[in-house]
Nanobody, 125 residues
Framework: QVQLVESGGGLVQAGDSLRLSCSASGGTFNYRSMGWFRQAPGKERQFVADISWDGGSTNYADSVKGRFTISRDNAKNTVYLQMNSLQSEDTAVYYC??????????????????WGQGTQVTVSS
């Protein structure tokens, strides 16, 4: 059974940085793309970023492009989300997910088979 555990969330001020981590266990990590989504209260879960199985391809939502960076370490079964210049609009629960595919470029939750429990990120202005 695949398990994903996020960490690194917290309360920060606007302009600060955070790095989220997602540790995977069980199943196949190396040959699946990984993604980060977020969900704010009263809103749908939205795509943030994804990375192909080998780290060679990444995609970002327009709202985070240039501020967030996704990366992965297959030797550690871990995917990261470096978040810089955080804004109040970034406040949400952040989820990592393992896709059903090796390549990236999948922006809808239905393309992901496994999800973590989420980690709260709160940005005060």
């Amino acid at each position: 059974q695949v398990q994903l555990v996020e960490s690194g969330g917290g309360l920060v001020q606007a302009g600060d940085s955070l790095r989220l981590s997602c540790s995977a266990s069980g199943g196949t990590f190396n040959y699946r793309s990984m993604g980060w989504f977020r969900q704010a209260p009263g809103k749908e879960r939205q795509f943030v970023a994804d990375i192909s199985w080998d780290g060679g391809s990444t995609n970002y939502a327009d709202s985070v492009k240039g501020r967030f960076t996704i990366s992965r370490d297959n030797a550690k079964n871990t995917v990261y989300l470096q978040m810089n210049s955080l804004q109040s609009e970034d406040t949400a629960v952040y989820y990592c997910a393992r896709s059903k595919f090796a390549s990236g470029g999948y922006y809808t939750p239905g393309s992901y088979a496994y999800w973590g429990q989420g980690t709260q990120v709160t940005v005060s202005s």
